[in-house]
């Protein structure tokens, strides 16, 4: 039984310059959650989404989107990238948008030059 | 404004002695309290999660303890071993609110050495 997977797993982008991240969720599992993870420091909530739509978001610009599609895999885009983005960026993936049980991927470490 | 606040931020335990991470909260509305381990190179994979309605629960060596009126939660690890050896995240989340937004703390390096 595959868990979350997660492409790429290493990005090195310059500033200015957009990404997509990639998740794929464990099988069974409807809803994808995105956190960003800065080294160091606890995971902070991105988005989620469910049924194709975004259904909560944390306190991050426009300038991160997300979408999901209907296989239930969902791509992250950050577009404009600064130094800060810098960043783990993982996926969890859950049974419902009403769980907190999330297994997570293993991430997408993204570094902004 | 970080709403859940964590510690210590390391930690180095002898094998078999007890671990104690502690954390504490701001947001009452907060209503599911999991900890997370992370080995690194890996994601947090979920240990063990309480709600607001028990005062302790216990799953084979791991313990969480819950104190509603302190807005305070610590994991115990009994028995530590050099396999727990690993960075546990505590966290915090508000159901009903059509989803789980989980707020992290920042984490604790636990290193239980031979």
């Known amino acids: 039984d595959a868990g979350v997977t997660q492409s790429p797993t290493h990005l090195i982008k310059t500033r200015g310059q957009q990404v997509t991240l990639r998740c794929s969720p464990k099988?069974?599992?409807?809803?994808v959650s995105w956190y960003q993870q800065a080294l160091g420091q606890g995971p902070q909530f991105i988005f989620q989404y469910y049924e194709e739509e975004e259904r909560q978001r944390g306190n991050f610009p426009d300038r991160f989107s997300g979408h999901q599609f209907p296989n239930y895999s969902s791509e992250l885009n950050v577009n404009a990238l600064l130094l800060g983005d810098s960043a783990l960026y993982l996926c969890?993936?859950?049974?419902?948008?009403?769980?907190?049980?999330?297994?997570f991927g293993e991430g997408s470490r993204l570094t902004v030059l | 404004q970080q709403q859940v606040k964590q510690s210590p931020q390391s930690l180095i335990v002898q094998k078999g002695g007890i671990s104690i991470i502690n954390c504490a909260y701001e947001n009452t509305a907060f209503d599911y309290f999991p900890w997370y381990q992370q080995f690194p190179g890996k994601g947090p994979a979920l240990l063990i999660a309480?709600?607001?309605?028990?005062s302790e629960k216990k799953e084979g060596r791991f313990t969480i303890s819950f104190n509603k009126s302190a807005k305070q939660f610590s994991l115990h690890i009994m028995d530590s071993q050099p396999g727990d050896s690993a960075t546990y995240f505590c966290a915090a989340a508000r159901s009903g609110a059509g989803s789980y937004q989980l707020t992290f703390g920042k984490g604790t390096k636990l290193s239980v050495i031979p």
């Open positions: 969890a993936s859950s049974m419902g948008p009403n769980t907190g049980e999330l297994f």
């Open positions: 099988s069974g599992h409807d809803t």
């Open positions: 309480i709600r607001p309605d028990v």
